[in-house]
């Protein structure tokens, strides 16, 4: 079995910051990548970072340089530090898992938490 809980989320201005959390349990700690997906209406999901369990980061182009990811695999935590917020942001962000390296295409994770709303106002 594999769980995830997100927290954090909620309305910000366009420019503000935010931080998102993830509590993940039950994955190979040798084999796994885990990362932030987010889907809005009339979009298509986006991976925008990603993580796996040998360090390696991905970062979708919409949104590096703005958003940092952070993972403690002990603990098994995820976090993503988001800065400089667009309206263009605006979605429900999941905490979601991979078998294997790091990916950031969105049909390898099988396994979502139950998402956190993010609102950017203009």
């Known amino acids: 079995r594999v769980t995830l809980a997100e927290s954090g989320g909620g309305s910000v201005p366009a420019g503000g910051s935010m931080e998102l959390s993830c509590k993940a349990s039950?994955?190979?700690?040798?084999?796994?990548?885990l990362g932030w997906i987010r889907q809005a209406p009339g979009k298509e999901r986006e991976v925008v970072a990603a993580?796996?369990?040998?360090?390696?980061?991905r970062y979708a182009d919409s949104v590096k340089e703005r958003f940092t990811l952070s993972h403690d695999k002990v603990e098994r935590t995820l976090s993503l530090q988001m800065s400089s917020l667009k309206p263009e942001d605006t979605a429900k962000y999941y905490c979601?898992?991979?078998?294997?390296?790091?990916?950031?295409?969105?049909?390898?994770?099988?396994?979502w938490g139950q998402g956190t709303q993010v609102t950017v106002s203009s």
């Open positions: 039950w994955y190979d700690n040798n084999n796994y990548c």
């Open positions: 993580v796996d369990n040998d360090g390696q980061m």
């Open positions: 979601a898992h991979a078998m294997g390296p790091v990916t950031t295409r969105h049909v390898d994770y099988g396994y």
